[in-house]
């Protein structure tokens, strides 16, 4: 079983190279070309950051597989001995948490390199080292507490009950489900501010489109985004009455009203046509094959391992194999959200203007610096947004068409054309 382990994992690693090796051939042969809805300078710089942004997800990957090879080689062995644990609980916990300590301590060398000299070289990040490691002790703080408590009730499932897998889901989803009420009013403002958008002509608006759609929140709410990223995006969140419609304070300060009107009713298209319970729904039925396949792996795996199999370790592997899984679920789950896509942006043109929409999605690639192309297969597997060409083409513009006609304004930052 651990030779099928490997293979199975190794594929799996030797497959997201080859898509990353793909996508950076197509974008450096496609970077050099004619530019696509921005300028030619920043179609090249885009370009440029796509690949450098892949080439150090290559590195990523290759570190992750050493990591795995290591873990089911000797690691967990190790590890058990270093910490002395036993078949408790208590031992469970405490053997999770150095088994993510160790996979954080080495995915982070990446992360400060992506945050402090990858996105700081193209502008995309204001994070300073200060808010970095504050956001980094509310995370853990936050993680010790609740993440303490998950783990200790799942490892007394794991230990207690015989057919654990089945619970250990409900109490995972039951989880997920709880999270979605409580985030955007409880988590989110622990690490921003979130100010009520100010009375006016756009909040009237807003409020109007809301009640068409008979969507009741929590309320609209401006996000400082701008503090730790300069890129711009809105989303709706929450549940239940912790429904709101948040709007990063980038997108506020570069979209006209009517652009962030058409935005908005992307975001209610979503709303309207029930996508946030479909996607509960996906993450339900990825989370319930995960913990059939690997809550039933067999005690052979782990003697092939030498170890004595419990409930840390356990958790442990499905943690470590759960990629393996979702990695089959994800062109699935993309294809249904890139469909989704559609749908909401066609009830947002409705809403807030065909035009508006467009607009507003041709300055968000511009102002994101997002490379407009990418190769068919990180579409497949990891485009959960349509490609934005093909947004416009659904809704009736031709890229190309487009592309003439903002030349001209590309200096003043301004469509007129769609106005």
């Given at each position: 079983m651990l030779e099928i382990i490997m293979v199975l994992f190794t594929v799996y690693t030797?497959?997201?190279?080859?898509?990353?090796?793909?996508q950076i051939g197509y974008i450096d042969t496609q970077k050099s070309g004619e530019a696509i809805l921005m300028?030619?300078?920043?179609?090249?710089?885009?370009?440029?950051?796509?690949?450098?942004?892949?080439?150090?997800?290559?590195?990523?990957?290759?570190?992750?597989?050493?990591?795995?090879?290591?873990?089911?080689?000797?690691?967990?062995?190790?590890?058990?001995?270093?910490?002395?644990?036993?078949?408790?609980?208590?031992?469970?916990?405490?053997?999770?948490?150095?088994?993510?300590?160790?996979?954080f301590i080495a995915n982070l060398p990446f992360e400060l390199y992506q945050t402090f000299k990858l996105d700081k070289e193209y502008g995309f990040t204001n994070t300073t080292p200060k808010l970095y490691i504050i956001d980094q002790l509310k995370s853990s703080l936050l993680f010790i507490v609740f993440g303490?408590?998950?783990?200790?009730?799942?490892?007394?499932?794991?230990?207690?009950?015989?057919?654990?897998?089945?619970?250990?889901?409900?109490?995972?989803?039951?989880?997920?489900?709880?999270?979605?009420?409580?985030?955007?009013?409880?988590?989110?403002?622990?690490?921003?501010?979130?100010?009520?958008?100010?009375?006016?002509?756009?909040?009237?608006?807003?409020?109007?489109?809301?009640q068409s759609v008979g969507l009741k929140s929590d309320g609209v709410f401006v996000l400082d985004a701008s503090k730790r990223d300069s890129r711009l995006n809105a989303y709706f969140g929450g549940l239940g009455k912790s429904k709101r419609v948040v709007l990063f304070d980038t997108l506020v300060e570069k979209l006209t009203n009517k652009e962030l009107l058409a935005v908005l009713g992307h975001e209610l298209g979503h709303f309207s046509h029930g996508d946030i319970w479909k996607n509960i729904g996906m993450m339900g039925l990825l989370l319930l094959s995960s913990f059939f396949l690997l809550g039933n792996l067999p005690e052979s795996l782990f003697f092939d391992m030498k170890i004595e199999p419990n409930a840390g370790i356990e958790i442990a592997m499905m943690m470590m194999l759960l990629p393996l899984i979702s990695f089959v679920f994800t062109p699935i789950m993309s294809a249904v959200s890139r469909h989704n896509e559609y749908a909401a942006d066609e009830f947002g043109s409705e809403l807030g203007g065909k035009e508006n929409l467009v607009s507003a999605l041709i300055k968000l690639i511009q102002e994101n610096k997002a490379f407009p192309k990418s190769h068919p297969l990180v579409i497949f597997f990891y485009y959960t947004h349509p490609p934005v060409l093909e947004r416009l083409k659904e809704l009736g513009y031709d890229a190309n068409a487009v592309n003439e006609m903002i030349k001209p304004l590309e200096k003043d930052g301004i469509f007129a054309f769609l106005e």
């Amino acid at each position: 079983m651990l030779e099928i382990i490997m293979v199975l994992f190794t594929v799996y690693t030797l497959i997201k190279i080859y898509i990353s090796i793909m996508q950076i051939g197509y974008i450096d042969t496609q970077k050099s070309g004619e530019a696509i809805l921005m300028s030619q300078e920043n179609y090249q710089i885009a370009g440029e950051y796509a690949v450098k942004k892949e080439r150090l997800g290559i590195l990523s990957t290759l570190v992750d597989y050493g990591v795995f090879v290591w873990w089911i080689l000797g690691g967990f062995a190790w590890l058990t001995s270093a910490l002395n644990t036993g078949s408790s609980a208590q031992d469970a916990v405490l053997f999770l948490f150095g088994f993510i300590a160790i996979g954080f301590i080495a995915n982070l060398p990446f992360e400060l390199y992506q945050t402090f000299k990858l996105d700081k070289e193209y502008g995309f990040t204001n994070t300073t080292p200060k808010l970095y490691i504050i956001d980094q002790l509310k995370s853990s703080l936050l993680f010790i507490v609740f993440g303490g408590i998950i783990f200790y009730i799942l490892s007394w499932i794991v230990i207690n009950i015989e057919n654990w897998w089945i619970w250990g889901f409900t109490l995972l989803f039951s989880i997920a489900l709880l999270v979605n009420i409580i985030y955007p009013t409880i988590i989110a403002p622990i690490f921003n501010k979130f100010t009520p958008l100010e009375d006016g002509e756009l909040r009237d608006s807003i409020e109007k489109m809301m009640q068409s759609v008979g969507l009741k929140s929590d309320g609209v709410f401006v996000l400082d985004a701008s503090k730790r990223d300069s890129r711009l995006n809105a989303y709706f969140g929450g549940l239940g009455k912790s429904k709101r419609v948040v709007l990063f304070d980038t997108l506020v300060e570069k979209l006209t009203n009517k652009e962030l009107l058409a935005v908005l009713g992307h975001e209610l298209g979503h709303f309207s046509h029930g996508d946030i319970w479909k996607n509960i729904g996906m993450m339900g039925l990825l989370l319930l094959s995960s913990f059939f396949l690997l809550g039933n792996l067999p005690e052979s795996l782990f003697f092939d391992m030498k170890i004595e199999p419990n409930a840390g370790i356990e958790i442990a592997m499905m943690m470590m194999l759960l990629p393996l899984i979702s990695f089959v679920f994800t062109p699935i789950m993309s294809a249904v959200s890139r469909h989704n896509e559609y749908a909401a942006d066609e009830f947002g043109s409705e809403l807030g203007g065909k035009e508006n929409l467009v607009s507003a999605l041709i300055k968000l690639i511009q102002e994101n610096k997002a490379f407009p192309k990418s190769h068919p297969l990180v579409i497949f597997f990891y485009y959960t947004h349509p490609p934005v060409l093909e947004r416009l083409k659904e809704l009736g513009y031709d890229a190309n068409a487009v592309n003439e006609m903002i030349k001209p304004l590309e200096k003043d930052g301004i469509f007129a054309f769609l106005e």
